[in-house]
């Protein structure tokens, strides 16, 4: 089995950036890896976009719970039993934030999840709602609803840093340079996967 590596954290932190960089590094070190995303499949995001946002969290997190379950059975699952590194720009942890911030219970979104395989290591790139908003110009946000309130954004950031103080992820200051953020990233997967270590320094 391969390893399966999450980033996650609010739209401009730098995910997606971030994430391809770190599947860069371990191409250079020789390992097979496959980048990939949520939310996956275009159907679902046009669905999310219309019906989510009409209905709310509770429909956003059955939609975006379908969305993974194609995601994990036809991407994740298959690459990993190839041996492949997954590396995923978001999971199921956005469900929890973003839902739950929302008021949708989130022991039920763990439970409407259960069919997805736990991370070897995620990884949450932290950054106030404020500088996030900021740089989403340029970010690659598909559900572009649900990063525009700043109140909204410090909820879901909490509950990020709680699944941080529950060792669910490992969180990584954002706000600074891309490089030191990286080289961070990098130092971590090091740590904890013994994979990286030659780009740790970067």
Not at 48 to 57: A, E, F, K, Q, S
């Amino acid at each position: 089995m391969g390893y399966f590596i999450v980033f996650e954290g609010l739209d401009g932190s730098g995910k997606t950036t971030v994430s391809t960089r770190i599947v860069e590094g371990l191409t250079k070190e020789g390992f097979k890896v496959l980048y990939t995303y949520e939310p996956y499949s275009d159907d679902f995001i046009k669905l999310i976009n219309v019906y989510g946002r009409r209905l709310g969290g509770v429909m956003e997190a059955y939609l975006m719970a379908a969305d993974r379950y194609n995601h994990v059975t036809s991407v994740i699952i298959p690459a990993l039993r190839e041996g492949v590194v997954v590396v995923s720009d978001r999971y199921y942890y956005s469900s929890i934030a973003y839902q739950g911030a929302k008021g949708v219970e989130i022991e039920w979104i763990k439970v409407l999840n259960k069919f997805a395989p736990e991370p070897d290591l995620t990884i949450y790139l932290d950054v106030e709602p404020s500088i996030g908003l900021r740089r989403k110009q340029s970010s690659t946000t598909k559900i572009k609803y649900l990063e525009e309130s700043e109140s909204f954004l410090h909820r879901v950031r909490a509950i990020y840093k709680e699944l941080v103080a529950k060792g669910l992820m490992i969180e990584v200051d954002a706000s600074n340079d891309l490089e030191n953020v990286v080289s961070r990233c990098a130092r971590v997967i090091c740590e904890k996967l013994k994979m990286l270590c030659t780009h740790a320094s970067l």
